[in-house]
């Protein structure tokens, strides 16, 4: 279930977009302080963020920038009551989904939801591939982790051999432990996967 989680200091914007929300089939949290919504906030719960720019202590954009400090990003959705070029500009290159005026539109508010929404699961897939990737990665003995970024270089066993100081079929036993405990049939599925765990 995808929650909403709503940060205003405004009671009945709360009031009001929660009411939406909920009708739209979204799980609600709502927060009237910043400090309230980062001490009660779960990273692991898929959602978004809708913050408004202007509260008192923490101010939207501080708040954004708590959320990517501390493990992977949130979406975050803006609306203010008084929106300028410069701070609108400062959130989306600190990765806001969207920057929206009050009084928000209701389709505008619930078309920058489904965007967040798509961002946050291709988002979490690509962090549980990697983890998964990582976990086979570990599977590996160093002498099959030094013998992987050679043969992902594209260096030939001979080649490997020489530099590691040992025979060639000493290689070829490595590359096909990597390859079974990896669950990979091919070189390139081998690079593609090299490449994705930043190898």
Same mark, same amino acid.
């Given at each position: 279930?995808?929650?909403?989680?709503?940060?205003?200091?405004?009671?009945?914007?709360?009031?009001?977009?929660?009411?939406?929300?909920?009708?739209?089939?979204?799980?609600?949290?709502?927060?009237?302080?910043?400090?309230? #919504?980062?001490?009660?906030?779960? /990273?692991?719960?898929?959602?978004?963020?809708?913050?408004?720019?202007?509260?008192?202590?923490?101010?939207?954009?501080?708040?954004?920038?708590?959320?990517?400090?501390?493990?992977?990003?949130?979406?975050?959705? #803006?609306?203010?009551?008084?929106?300028?070029?410069?701070?609108?500009?400062?959130?989306?290159?600190?990765? /806001?989904?969207? #920057?929206?005026?009050?009084?928000?539109?209701?389709?505008?508010?619930?078309?920058?939801?489904?965007?967040?929404?798509?961002?946050?699961?291709?988002?979490?897939?690509?962090?549980?591939?990697?983890?998964?990737?990582? /976990?086979?990665?570990?599977?590996?003995?160093?002498?099959?982790?030094?013998?992987?970024?050679?043969?992902?270089?594209?260096?030939?066993?001979?080649?490997?051999? #020489?530099?590691?100081?040992?025979?060639?079929?000493?290689?070829?036993?490595?590359?096909?432990?990597?390859?079974?405990?990896?669950?990979?049939?091919?070189?390139?599925?081998?690079?593609?996967?090299?490449?994705?765990?930043?190898?």
């Amino acid at each position: 279930m995808f929650t909403v989680f709503l940060v205003d200091d405004d009671a009945r914007v709360i009031k009001a977009l929660s009411r939406l929300m909920s009708l739209k089939g979204y799980q609600v949290r709502a927060y009237t302080s910043p400090q309230e #919504f980062l001490s009660n906030h779960d /990273a692991a719960v898929p959602g978004c963020a809708v913050l408004d720019v202007s509260m008192p202590g923490l101010n939207g954009l501080d708040l954004q920038q708590a959320l990517t400090a501390g493990g992977p990003p949130r979406p975050v959705i #803006f609306i203010t009551g008084k929106g300028d070029i410069p701070t609108s500009v400062r959130a989306m290159r600190a990765g /806001a989904v969207d #920057f929206l005026t009050k009084p928000v539109s209701n389709h505008d508010l619930l078309a920058a939801i489904a965007r967040a929404e798509e961002q946050d699961v291709k988002a979490r897939n690509r962090r549980a591939e990697l983890a998964s990737i990582e /976990a086979k990665i570990a599977t590996l003995t160093p002498r099959e982790r030094e013998v992987l970024t050679h043969v992902v270089a594209g260096r030939l066993n001979k080649q490997i051999a #020489f530099d590691l100081g040992t025979v060639e079929k000493t290689i070829k036993v490595h590359r096909g432990a990597i390859m079974k405990k990896l669950g990979l049939r091919t070189i390139a599925d081998l690079v593609r996967l090299a490449e994705k765990a930043g190898l």
